[in-house]
Nanobody, 116 residues
């Protein structure tokens, strides 16, 4: 089981920025497909962004152009840079790892609140 620990959430005003981090265990981290999901109150968990083994990323339409996901394989870290934040970005953000075997792991989440 891969251990994932998110950090960087908090309260930010609309238009502001936050950077989320996710620290992962595992010596084969570079082979994981990593993702960020979010879940707003009363809503289903949704995919925000993914980063593949070669560094290719994709994003949900709702965050495209505002969020950037990156990874550092040497440090077993992934990041989500969130700019131009909107109130509708308020959610608990979860880090997800999918191994080559198909096994998935989740972090406990970090809360992002966008409010004036």
């Amino acid at each position: 089981q891969v251990q994932l620990v998110e950090s960087g959430g908090g309260l930010v005003q609309p238009g502001g920025s936050l950077r989320l981090s996710c620290a992962a265990s595992g010596s084969t981290f570079r082979s994981f497909v990593m993702a960020w999901y979010r879940q707003a109150p009363g809503q289903q968990r949704e995919l925000v962004a993914r980063i593949f083994i070669g560094g290719i990323t994709d994003y949900s339409n709702s965050v495209k152009g505002r969020f950037t996901m990156s990874r550092n394989n040497a440090e077993n870290m992934v990041y989500l840079q969130m700019n131009s934040l909107k109130p509708e970005d308020t959610a608990v953000y979860y880090c997800n790892a999918r191994q080559v075997s198909g096994m998935e792991s989740w972090g406990k989440g970090t809360l992002v609140t966008v409010s004036s």
